[in-house]
Structure formats: C-alpha cells, structure tokens
C-alpha cells in the first residue's frame, strides 16, 4: 500500500499528460485534417472541382503518412519535432508526431464520409445556382457531419495509442509510465493497472463519440 502511495501521484501526471497529447493533437488534427480530407474529395475525378494531378499528389502524401508505422514516424520526424519544441522528448514534444501521423488517417476517413453523402442533393444545391465552395459548406459537411464525428472518435482512440507508443522513446504519459514503473521494475500489477485505466479511457471517450454522432444522425 506504501508503494502505491508512492507511485499513486505519477500514474495520475501521466493521465493528465496523455490527456493533455491527445487533446491537443485531436484539435491539430481536426483542423488539418478535415480540409486535407475536402481536398482529397473535391479534386477527385467526376467531383466538384477535378484536378486529377492535385489529387494523385495528395493522395499519395497521405498513404505515404498512413503506410508508416507509428514508431519509425517518431524517429523520422525528430528533427522537425526538434525544430519546433526544441526537444524530441516530453509531451508536448510528443504532440508533433502525433499530429503528423494521425493527419493522414483522419483525411481518409473524411474522404469515405464525404463521398457517402448522396449525390443527387450535390446536384439539387448546384441546380439551385449555389457555387462548388457553397456546396461543401452547406451539404458535403452537414450531412456528414455523424460521419465525421464517427471519424474523429476512431482517430482519438487511434492517438490513445499513438501516444502509449512514444512513451517507449520519453513520449511521457501513461506508456512511459508503465514502462518506468511496471516493465523496468518487474511490478505486473503496476503495468496491468495502466492497461486497465487505458482501457477505461478508450472506452469512455468511444462511448461518448458514439453517442454523438447517433444524436447527430437524428438531428
């Protein structure tokens, strides 16, 4: 019971700095992300606005970003991570590659929500004398929009992960954590704690997403 009093204070700094690295790469993402994911729709061939080169080009940054795996990404871009925060280690640090890699992902998913919306209403709104730009901001997004949340929620829960991963190179968060504290220390309780609360996390934040976008589908 001592020693958990003792480790108690760390396993809740790294909730918080996993927390803090999700959120802030969610939001980067999000804002990144989405209009990366428009593009990729729109300049599609037979879309809004076709530009097959743009297309081709964009789509193979982001398979290129999606193809690599989490761990070598954070090698690959300490330089750029280094450039910005001044370190490759820490949270905030973390917050880079996270967001590099997770960009990809999202654009993807915003891609097949996009694409899901019916074309007959595109064609309505275009009848109707609106402009191609109107037609993303009045129709593509709204009625994605329980798509796209859908979306984010699987990217969140796919930064969770993300982010346990950089804990093995001094991402911070709850997999330094567990790796300091459980793994290096031999103590399985202190690693399957860690699972557990990761778990729970994942859990909640998959429920609420869930439960977001169903409202969202009935509005």
């Known amino acids: 019971m001592n020693d958990w009093n003792r480790v108690a204070p760390q396993l809740v700094e790294a909730t918080w700095e996993t927390?803090?690295?999700?959120?802030?790469?969610?939001?980067?993402?999000?804002?990144?992300?989405?209009?990366?994911?428009?593009?990729?729709?729109?300049?599609?061939?037979?879309?809004?606005?076709?530009?097959?080169?743009?297309?081709?080009?964009?789509?193979?940054?982001v398979n290129l970003g999606r193809s690599l795996p989490f761990i070598i990404l954070l090698v690959l871009v300490a330089p750029v991570t280094r450039g910005i925060v001044g370190t490759t280690i820490g949270s905030t640090a973390t917050i880079v590659p996270l967001t590099i890699g997770a960009v990809p992902f999202l654009a993807r998913l915003v891609e097949t929500s996009l694409r899901e919306v019916s074309p007959g209403k595109v064609e309505a709104t275009?009848?109707?004398?609106?402009?191609?730009?109107?037609?993303?901001?009045?129709?593509?997004?709204?009625?994605?929009?329980?798509?796209?949340?859908?979306?984010?929620?699987?990217?969140?829960?796919?930064?969770?992960?993300?982010?346990?991963?950089?804990?093995?190179?001094?991402?911070?968060?709850?997999?330094?954590?567990?790796?300091?504290?459980?793994?290096?220390?031999?103590?399985?309780?202190?690693?399957?704690?860690?699972?557990?609360?990761?778990?729970?996390?994942?859990?909640?934040?998959?429920w609420a997403g869930d439960r977001w976008a169903r409202r969202l589908a009935h509005v």
């Open 126 to 206: 275009l009848a109707m004398g609106a402009r191609r730009r109107d037609v993303v901001r009045t129709v593509l997004l709204p009625e994605a929009l329980p798509s796209l949340v859908a979306g984010v929620t699987v990217t969140v829960v796919a930064l969770i992960s993300y982010s346990a991963m950089a804990g093995a190179v001094g991402g911070g968060g709850l997999g330094d954590f567990a790796i300091r504290y459980g793994y290096q220390q031999f103590r399985t309780d202190i690693t399957v704690a860690t699972v557990v609360l990761l778990l729970v996390v994942v859990q909640l934040l998959q």
């Open 19 to 61: 927390l803090y690295m999700v959120g802030v790469s969610t939001l980067l993402t999000v804002l990144i992300g989405v209009p990366l994911g428009v593009l990729l729709t729109i300049t599609a061939p037979g879309a809004l606005s076709p530009r097959p080169a743009v297309h081709r080009a964009l789509g193979l940054v």
